[in-house]
């Protein structure tokens, strides 16, 4: 009695629209409570220009949607998947198994073990299947991002110099010397 597949990915939320481009990177999360978390790798891209989708796709709640969504996801056009998930963390393994795209992995932190349980259990992927896996949370999703970035500007100009402008505004936002904090 196999369970009927789900139906295809639906948005995170209707106000979630990507920034209207075509899709060249899969943003996937565990659950609605990754968002606060993977919202950075999403708005990263949106900073550089470079089209994306993002969905709710949960390894163990939701198997036949990832089944459908990794499997498709070249298929559809996109060229990096960046996935996040926390806890007993198998979402990217699982979606790097069901691609050949890049997968690239966000720990997202966790309440009972500050995200390093999502660390090792994405981090260490026997020899075979790649995840990249990035740091925990907000530093590791907006890095999820610029590494896709990368990705897309070794065959897309525009987005290599949107990654350039980036780099040279965070440069130049750097102080010679720092101040004392506010009180
Ligand atoms: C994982 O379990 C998700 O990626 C999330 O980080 C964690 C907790 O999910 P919720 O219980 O908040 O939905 O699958």
Do not use: C
């Not at 990263?44 to 989708?53: D, I």
């Not at 990217?92 to 349980?117: I, N």
């Amino acid at each position: 009695n196999a369970a009927a597949p789900a139906a295809s990915p639906a948005p995170i939320s209707a106000t979630v629209p990507g920034n209207g481009l075509q899709p060249l990177v899969g943003i996937i999360m565990g659950s609605q409570s990754d968002w606060t978390t993977m919202k950075h790798a999403a708005d990263t891209l949106a900073a550089l220009g470079v089209g994306h989708e993002v969905r709710i796709v949960s390894a163990h709640r939701t198997p036949h949607r990832l089944v459908e969504y990794a499997t498709t996801a070249k298929a559809r056009g996109l060229k990096v998947v960046i996935a996040g998930a926390g806890g007993a963390a198998h979402l990217p393994g699982m979606a790097a198994s069901m691609t050949p795209l890049p997968v690239f992995g966000v720990p997202v932190e966790s309440h009972a073990l500050k995200g390093m349980d999502s660390l090792l259990s994405i981090v260490q992927m026997p020899g075979g299947v790649p995840v990249g896996t990035l740091a925990i949370g907000k530093a590791g999703a907006i890095n999820a991002a610029l590494l896709a970035a990368s990705v897309i500007a070794l065959l897309d100009p525009a987005v290599a110099g949107a990654l350039d402008g980036w780099r040279a505004r965070q440069t130049a936002a750097v102080a010679e010397a720092p101040v004392d904090d506010p009180a």
